[in-house]
């Protein structure tokens, strides 16, 4: 074992050299490839949280976004329903204009035919005097005329009726 341990000896100088290579290593590859490295990490973090920030401000303009739209949606669909009941409520009122003109206008007819025919049952009436007249007048005429009897009496005025008649 003695002969295997001429091989693991420890020099000092060797040791510090050791120490010194890996000191001088290690400040070599922090200054040319940690900070580099540090730098594109800290840029790609940067990058990642920028797109998080923007993802957010979005997510929350979508948000507003929507919102708007559907409030605009609401109080258009109210505008709507405020214009069809005020054109439900104009055509109701025309409708009912029509309705009360035309009742007005029928009763005009109603009262003009009813006048009419007062003036038509007047004159009947006036005609139907004249000749109830006339013919008492006819049948006054005939009896001084002659004597009857019962049966030429009524005779006459079946002829006198039937020939008013025509």
């Known amino acids: 074992m003695e002969k295997y341990l001429a091989f693991v000896t420890i020099d000092v100088w060797t040791l510090i ?3 010194a290579n890996l000191l001088i290593l290690f400040l070599l590859m922090k200054k040319f490839f940690f900070k580099p490295i540090k730098n594109i990490l800290k840029q790609r973090e940067d990058e990642i949280n920028s797109l998080y920030e923007k993802a957010n401000s979005s997510s929350t303009e979508a948000e507003k976004l ?3 739209y559907e409030n ?3 109080d258009a669909k109210k505008e709507a329903s405020e214009i069809v009941g005020s054109a439900v409520k104009n ?3 025309r409708g009912n204009a029509i309705v009360d003109d035309a009742k007005k206008e029928a009763r005009g007819i109603l009262d003009r035919a009813e006048r009419e025919i007062e003036q038509e049952k007047t004159a009947a ?3 139907i005097k004249g000749d109830i007249s006339n013919l008492a007048v006819n049948i006054a005429q005939k009896v001084i005329e002659k004597d009857l009897k019962k049966e030429d009496h009524e005779k006459m005025i079946d002829d006198i ?3 008013m008649g025509e």
């Open 72 to 74: 605009r949606l609401k």
């Open 17 to 19: 050299f050791t120490w």
């Open 161 to 163: 009726i039937s020939k």
């Open 66 to 68: 929507k919102e708007e």
């Open 125 to 127: 009436v006036n005609e």
């Open 91 to 93: 055509a109701e009122a």
